[in-house]
């Protein structure tokens, strides 16, 4: 950086005529701008300009290198004109990681449009249920949900999420409708297959949170299996509302237990590396997303 400085100060003192008028439009001082060019010219081991002259003189190895030296400079410029651009020209690849129920509902959806919008970027989607860092690994930005490992990655809120017990119709008939809580220890019930928050069937009443040791029939390690169960009559699922809202919305399913649930949304999250100078391809997925999901919440009423 230093010999660009150095290269931008002797283009600036010939412009300008010496290093007086050079410094005054530039910030330097003129003592500044002399050392500057005097550490150029050690460097190169060359004699750049005539001293002795009242008007910026330069040696026939000065011309030389002036004409050189504009056309790194022009080269630079264009190269930062190009970058300011970028975001236009979107390409290569995007590699995210989510929860396999988030993509299916909430990125599927959208991501035709998405592509529309930037067909000259690959998007490779890896879906893991639990969140692991593997940044190390390429990827590019994470969407999780719940209470993250502490970490030096950055987050950006996405949205948020409740948990929501639900059934068909057809089963709340068969079994009934639970009143309370512990009326759950008496239905067929399903949820995940590997320790995690998602097990505990969490409920609020009174401002006192409390949960239930639930006892599955059968247990998955996806929410859409789960799903699928309670789509189909067999029992009584948890899960999130960004999964099971349409499902809700369409009668499909009912919830269950509305005046229990949390009164805290769970968070879910955007991950990436750092903050500065952020991939416009990673950019422009963080945009498109959150503007989505902004205008389509997957909020249930209670």
């Known amino acids: ?41 050690n460097r190169l081991k060359v004699r750049l300009i005539q001293r002795g002259t009242r008007k910026l003189v330069l040696t026939e190895e000065g011309q030389l290198y002036l004409e050189s030296a504009k056309k790194v400079v022009k080269a630079m410029a264009e ?25 299916r509902h909430q990125i599927l959806p959208w991501l035709p449009e998405f592509i529309e919008c930037f067909p000259n970027l690959h998007v490779d989607i890896k879906i893991e249920s639990r969140y692991e860092d593997e940044f190390e690994k390429g990827i590019d930005l994470a969407i999780y949900g719940g209470t993250l490992p502490d970490s030096s990655r950055v987050t950006s809120r996405l949205g948020t999420s409740e948990w929501i017990t639900c059934a068909s119709p057809s089963y709340l008939e068969r079994f009934g409708t639970p009143k309370q809580p512990n009326d759950l220890l008496q239905h067929k019930c399903f949820h995940f297959n590997y320790l995690n928050d998602w097990n505990l069937w969490e409920y609020e009443k009174d401002n006192e949170k409390f949960s239930l040791p639930i006892k599955p029939l059968a247990s998955f390690s996806q929410g859409d299996f789960l799903r699928d169960l309670a789509l189909d009559g067999q029992g009584i699922v948890r899960l999130a ?14 919830p269950l237990l509305s005046t229990y649930r949390l009164k805290e949304p769970e968070p879910i999250y955007l991950i990436y590396p750092n903050r500065k100078f952020l991939s416009p391809r990673i950019k422009s997925f963080m945009s498109f997303f959150t503007e989505k999901i902004k205008k389509n919440p997957w909020t249930i009423k209670k």
Do not use: C
């Open 241 to 254: 509302d960004y999964n099971v809202a349409k499902d809700i919305q369409l009668g499909k399913l009912v």
């Open 79 to 103: 190269a930062d004109s190009l970058a300011e651009h970028f975001p236009e020209k979107i390409s290569g690849l995007l590699r995210v990681k989510t929860m396999p129920t988030f993509a």
């Open 1 to 41: 950086m230093d010999n660009y400085k150095q290269m931008l100060a002797f283009i600036w003192a010939y412009e300008h005529g010496n290093f007086s008028a050079a410094a005054r439009v530039h910030d330097l001082t003129p003592s500044a701008m002399s050392k500057m060019i005097s550490r150029l010219e």
